[in-house]
């Protein structure tokens, strides 16, 4: 079964800075799909940033890139110039690739908690 | 605009009823599913359905039932037979394919 494992409970930086979020997760798998979701207090599961294990380059969303390491199974969540609305829970999350009959779901790292100190 | 809506916001129920939780979606996606969350746990899938009539259990469904009649509606009963009921409990949607999976809002449920 794949595991997602996220090793920072909880994460502070300072406003305008730079944050690095750790996730790393255990396939046997080729094809799969990695996601990075924020919920802020909201509780609203909102769509960061998403990167195929196909791709060799690394997804980029504005603020936000990705680190993916494929060989070493790590996708770790960099945020530049942070802001204090990125107070959030992060959650890292797989998914197998497309074929796979059990439909598009996700496998969630337990968390964490980003503080941005003004 | 299109999205999910899960209804109530907040539950509260005695131990020993079953709750129904409704989630709706007008985004015409075909899969739907139901995960849990509780603290320092991450989200945890209970069932899900790819198509109308038809639906697999997920890694916790124990205590937890769910039908799929309407492509638009999956609701989840959660059961007297589930031991520690008391979480927040969201429902997302997506295109069969490679699409994302989108959230509703939540229920927190809370049994006492």
């Known amino acids: 079964a794949q595991t997602v494992t996220q090793s920072q409970p909880e994460m502070s930086v300072q406003e305008a800075e730079t944050v690095t979020l750790s996730c790393t997760y255990d396939t046997s798998e080729s094809d799969y799909y990695l996601f990075w979701y924020k919920q802020p207090p909201s509780r609203q599961m909102i769509l960061v940033i998403r990167q195929e294990a196909y791709k060799q380059q690394n997804a980029t969303e504005n603020r936000f890139s990705v680190n993916f390491q494929k060989a070493a199974k790590s996708f770790s969540l960099k945020i530049s110039d942070s802001q204090l609305g990125d107070a959030a829970m992060y959650f890292c999350a797989y998914r197998r690739g497309i074929g796979e009959t059990s439909g598009s779901r996700l496998t969630f790292g337990e968390g964490t908690q980003l503080t941005v100190n003004p | 605009d299109g999205g999910i809506t899960q209804s109530p916001k907040y539950l509260f129920r005695k131990e020993g009823q079953n709750v129904t939780l409704s989630c709706e979606q007008n985004l015409n996606h075909d899969a739907m599913y139901w995960y849990r969350q509780d603290p320092g746990q991450g989200l945890r899938l209970i069932y899900y359905?790819?198509?109308?009539?038809?639906?697999q259990k997920g890694d916790i469904a124990e205590g937890y039932s769910v039908s799929r009649e309407k492509k638009e509606s999956f609701p989840l009963t959660v059961t007297s037979a589930q031991k520690n009921p008391t979480a927040f409990y969201l429902c997302a949607s997506t295109l069969t394919g490679v699409s994302p999976l989108h959230f509703g809002n939540g229920t927190r449920l809370t049994v006492t």
């Open positions: 359905s790819q198509i109308v009539n038809d639906f």
